[in-house]
Every structure is written in structure tokens, then in C-alpha cells.
């Protein structure tokens, strides 16, 4: 493997924040506060409530990882199995404690609802968006949102709902939503306009990971805006004018090409859809 300043794909990532987030995955398997049963993690913390926040840590660390991992240059075909990990993570906390949810109003959980849509397509598992439409909030209380409709349904989750919704977080999802209704051209113009966007966005600024890569020690993630590389392989897109820009997933996308997901992703769509 080519040395970390070599082959890491986001800029900003350290050494030093990949290897923290290493650790905190590695701790997760061995410390005696982070197992997997809820009763057993009670016994281990000392309330109910501290078991709860212990449990959505380990969740949201394993969604981290293969974050982590892909901003710091980690090979591809290490991570389909990563990203796995983090939905069926994500199911075993909503099993320990059903009530919990992203509410698609707080950025953060918008961000991750894309996130882990956009690896459901991009690593091909299909069989995983049912585990994140079960735990994304179906109250209408906490948000819902045509662009998470429209996303859901196209990918085969039909009882979503949101349709007449419109946008919660209008800057800047909004760009891209607008965009479905035309062209491939129009689409692959918002793509750019979306890139330029994105980072100075109202939605991404009120996200946690954002700016951490100023901290002292470093506690990047890496920044990607992985739903352009979801509507790229779903909509069959040629990215060659935005695939250099910032943010933009280019080789999670060009993996997925090259095994064969994209196409099998887009004709699973169609047929799905073709169904009377």
C-alpha cells in the first residue's frame, strides 16, 4: 500500500484522525461497555439512558469507519463489507431501542439518510435500505421531505412517505431535486452548481463533522457529498465535467462501474418499476 499522504483521497485527512478512528472501531469489539445486547450494555453502564447513548455511539462509529476509511485512501473492495457492517450496526440499535430514529429535519440525520442511501447503491446493497427506511422517522413531526421520498421509492421503498412534502433542507438539496425533472444535461449542469454549493450550504454547516478537520489534533472525516455519486450511477450520468471537483465521490463511482453494480443497480430499477 502506497504511504497514508499518497493515497488518501481527501485532502485534509490526517494520519493521525485515521488512526483515532481505528481505534474507536477496534474498542468497539473489545471494551466491555460497547456489546451488542442491550440488557448486557445496561449492566455494563449505569442507567438505561447511558446504555441508549453508548449503543447509538457504537452505531455511529461503525458508519464512520468506512467514511474514514475511503477519505483515507483505504482499497474499495475492503469497504462493501465495512458499509454493511454499519446498516446491520445501525439495525441492531433500533432493535435494542425501537424508539429511536433520524429525524429529517436535524442535518446531521439528513446527511447520513443520503449517506447511507447513496452506499446502498454505490456498494450495491440493496437488501440494506430497508434497514435505514426503518429507522428514519415516519412522524411527521420530525421532517419528511420529497427528495427522501423520491430517492426511497425509486429505489424500491414505496410505502415512504413525503411526496407532496416538499424540501426541509431546500439549501442545498434542492439543486439536485430540481434537477430530476430534466435533462441529463440539466442534471449533470446542477451537479456542478451542487458541488461549488455544497460545503457553504445551510444544511451542511449545521452538521457536526463539518470544520473538524481545523481541530487540534484533527478529527476530519473527510467531506464527500456522496449523493452525487448515487445520482450519477442511478440516473447513468457522465460525470467527466464535475468528477475533478471537490467533494465528489469519483472512485467509489468508478467501482462501482467496474464491477458491474451500476448496471445491475439501473436495471433492477427499471424492472422494479416496469412491474404492472
Known amino acids: 500500500m502506497l504511504p497514508f499522504e499518497e493515497r488518501k483521497r481527501d485532502p485534509l485527512i490526517t494520519e493521525e484522525a485515521y488512526q ?32 441508549r447513548r453508548v449503543s447509538f455511539y457504537r452505531a455511529m462509529s461503525f458508519i464512520e469507519e468506512p467514511w474514514v476509511r475511503y477519505s483515507a485512501g483505504d482499497p474499495l473492495e475492503a469497504l462493501r463489507d465495512r458499509a454493511k457492517y454499519a446498516f ?41 435500505l430497508d434497514i435505514l427506511a426503518a429507522y428514519v422517522s415516519r ?50 449542469k446542477a451537479m456542478k452548481a451542487y458541488l461549488k454549493r455544497w460545503y457553504k450550504s445551510k444544511a451542511i454547516r449545521g452538521c457536526y463533522w463539518r470544520e473538524r478537520h481545523s481541530f487540534k489534533p484533527s478529527m476530519h472525516l473527510g467531506y464527500w457529498a456522496f449523493e452525487t455519486g448515487l445520482l450519477t450511477v442511478l440516473n447513468d450520468l457522465d460525470d467527466s465535467g464535475y468528477r475533478e471537483m471537490n467533494f465528489y465521490p469519483r472512485d467509489m463511482v468508478d467501482y462501482c462501474k467496474a464491477q458491474g453494480w451500476a448496471r445491475e443497480v439501473r436495471e433492477r430499477v427499471q424492472a422494479m418499476h416496469s412491474k404492472p
Open 88 to 128: 446491520e450496526e445501525l439495525q441492531r440499535h433500533k432493535e435494542a431501542f425501537p424508539d429511536v430514529s433520524f429525524k429529517l429535519w436535524e442535518p446531521d440525520a439528513y446527511y447520513y439518510t443520503m449517506l447511507l442511501t447513496s452506499w446502498s447503491v454505490l456498494f450495491n446493497l440493496p437488501e440494506c
Open 20 to 51: 483515532v478512528c481505528l481505534g474507536t472501531s477496534a474498542r468497539m469489539f473489545s471494551g466491555t461497555t460497547y456489546v451488542e445486547n442491550r440488557e448486557q450494555i445496561k449492566k455494563a453502564t449505569d442507567s438505561l439512558v447511558a446504555a
Open 139 to 188: 412522524d411527521p413531526e420530525d421532517g419528511e421531505d420529497s427528495f427522501i421520498y423520491t430517492l426511497f421509492s425509486a429505489l424500491g421503498v414505496h410505502d415512504f412517505p413525503g411526496k407532496q412534502a416538499g424540501l426541509l433542507h431546500e439549501d442545498p438539496y434542492g439543486i439536485l431535486y430540481d434537477s430530476l425533472a430534466g435533462s441529463k444535461e440539466d442534471q449533470q
